[in-house]
């Protein structure tokens, strides 16, 4: 039935190595799935390798855009299992740069959206947009992308009142260009004939295959770990979770803007309250965590985020275990992409609808065996977070 | 239409461009570069090559006893060992990176 | 020899082929500028030369032709579409108001051509095996559909104001600026011709982002420095029949005895405003789909055009 056509591994749509199998007929899409099992990088395998001091640089670079979401995980994970208390200062400034991460995340998935899509001015601006948070990264963290602020007992670094006053006016002047996009995506008539509907999840389905981060999000489902599962300061904090009802790809888009803006006001908040006090406990190098396991979830910008770790007291991990959020959405994707419930899918869509999922396939390929309708992980991640709360 | 007038915009303003190798781009100050390594202040303990997480540095000897050597093209400038350091013998600078010709010139003792 | 050298250089060939390449450069340069990039700024002053190069650079690659395409027509295409489009240029007057060509009628030949031209484009992707080439050829035959009509149509309208199908006689009458009722036919005009270019918002044909350059993707070296090159000449194309069918042309105020140096800078002005107004349509839009663009074709263009036809019949009679 119809006839296939491949999408990646090498491919425009996607810069990493993803292959979208499609089944088509004439324009329409008639059947899909998703591979993305092509880098596999062994990186559970060597963080067992690893102390857990090192570890962390590992852990970092299992993605490159939200490495500030992947050390915070392990440094909760790992300070939570150790009984290291990151000093509160610290605990401020990691959520701080991590909505920083976050801003810049999404601006670059913007980009590449608007890439998608064929809009060349709107990836040029966005990513025009997104080069002063990079710098505010580097400035802060000492890294643009890569930016090796979070340590286990702290933060690298503490910022200074000019550095606060620098990045406030970024901040601001960032705030204007995202509610200009908004108008846009709110007023554009392209934009609106090429999102709107199109890559629909209903609220049913989203719930169903486990949807997270802004997928889930954009079809009405409040779940944020921010809320449900506060690992920073995040009760002190005042912020929304941004929820839309239209359930498709403008919905998505629409999230990741108010999201931006929202993470905007966190961290000019965070910077404004921010405690007194060292940003750093030390930790010896070597250190021997008791054994035991430990997860943690963090909510990194494509949805939640989860790292497990066992000990048995060396000082390197027996088992570390890595989910990433573009797993649980890929099988969300696979639903969208299928032509179904009178809703057809053209070729034109795929990349709008694979892109609004924010794919990171080189955090997830890590995964070699996966259920696609994620039943299996249900219950597992549900003991795991006992655990952490029994703790 | 927004994108019209954003265009217009655009076309006054400055570039956002930075021509690359006639415009240099300053590093941060607080930016994490290229290591460099003080022979003489080194007393031998052993902790920066027993830390670093990418096996950049690699025990080696000599007539005072065990000294590191560095292999920079490994480097994922992590300065873990440029803070472990008991004699501050390993320095960070805000040096971009190692884009050399000659990869034996990574390699700092 | 005079007459050789006169088909060859100024006003032939060699001109036409610097003037073609010289609105690439100046297409990209203003999309750049309006997405705050710089845009080409290497080979030549102010990036000038870098069509040039590029064409070079694509001479010099390795030719490859793809296992199971249809090799006769693979080869001829791109030699035909280039010879096509470069035939009707020749038609356009661009340093007077004679074309390098004309007949009585050119008008019919050019848009003519212009329609041989696309055909050709539906074979040169349906040619190769590729199944992202045979897709964007069935695209770019749909899209045909969508515009093909209201360009001509509207081109036609000017005709009948001007009571000629002769360019040369369009451009004389030099009463055709940009007011009243021809300003719809303008605004039809460049959304067709937009769309016939393959440009932003309607790169459906090739849309990078899905089918990875379409029609375009198996071509490579000398085949793809051709079809380039005969795109730009369709840009030339195109905006040069805009110009002469709307803005007057070469026509301009000038004393007649600078009349020669006066034309061509006059309609190159005129060629730079409209490449302006296509390369702003180009920065400001997201691109979008076939089904979406032939509704557009057959819902607005088309009737809208049909109505400004008969609108322009009823007023001349
Ligand atoms: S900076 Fe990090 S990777 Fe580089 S030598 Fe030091 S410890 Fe090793
Ligand atoms: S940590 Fe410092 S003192 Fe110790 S071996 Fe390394 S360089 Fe020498």
Redesign the interface.
Known sequence: MGVYLPMGPQHPLHPEATLVKLRVEGEHVVDADVDASFVHRGIEKALEHKTYTQGLYLAERICGICNVAHTTCYTTNVESLAGIEAPYRALYLRLAVEELARIHSHLLWLGLFAHTMGFETLFMLAFRDREPVLDLMEEITGGRVTTGYNVIGGVRRDVDPGLVFKIKGVLTQLKERILKYKELFESDPVIQARTRGVGYLSKNEAGELLAVGPVARASAIARDVRIDDPYLTHEEVPFNVIVYDTCDAWGRAMVRLDEILESINMVQYTLDHLPSGEVRVKVPPFFRPPPGEMSSRVEAPRGSLLHYVKSDGSDRPVRYRVRTPTLANLASVVTMLRSRNGKIVHIADVPVIFSSIDPCICCTARVTIFDERGHVLEKPLNELLDMRRGR | ????F???K??F?K???I?YPEEKIE??????GMLSFERSLCIGCG?CW?????SAIKQDRDDKGARPVFLLDRC?????CVE?CPKKAIKASRDRGSLVMDKSSLRVK | MMNFLRMLLYPGMVYILTLAMFLEWLDRKLVAKFQNRVGPMYVGPLGLLQPLADFLKLLSKESIIPAGSDRILFNICPITAFVVITLAVSFIPMVSVRGLLSTEGDLIVVLALLTIYLLLVYTSGASPPSRYSQIGAARAALMLLGFDLPLMMSSISVAVIAGSFRLSDIVAQGRYYIVGLHFIGFLIFLVAAQAELDRLPFDIPEAESEIVSGWLVEYSSWRLALLRLAKNMEFLLLTGLAVNLYLGGPVGPSPPSLEPFLQPFYFILKLVSVTFLLSLVRASFARLRIDQFVSLGWHYLLPLSLIYLVMTIVLVN
Do not use: D, G, K, Q
């Open positions: 239409m927004v994108t019209s954003e265009a217009i655009n076309f303003r570039r956002a461009t021509l590093p941060s100050a607080t930016f994490r902790l027993r830390v670093c997480p990418a994922i400038f992590c300065h873990i472990i």
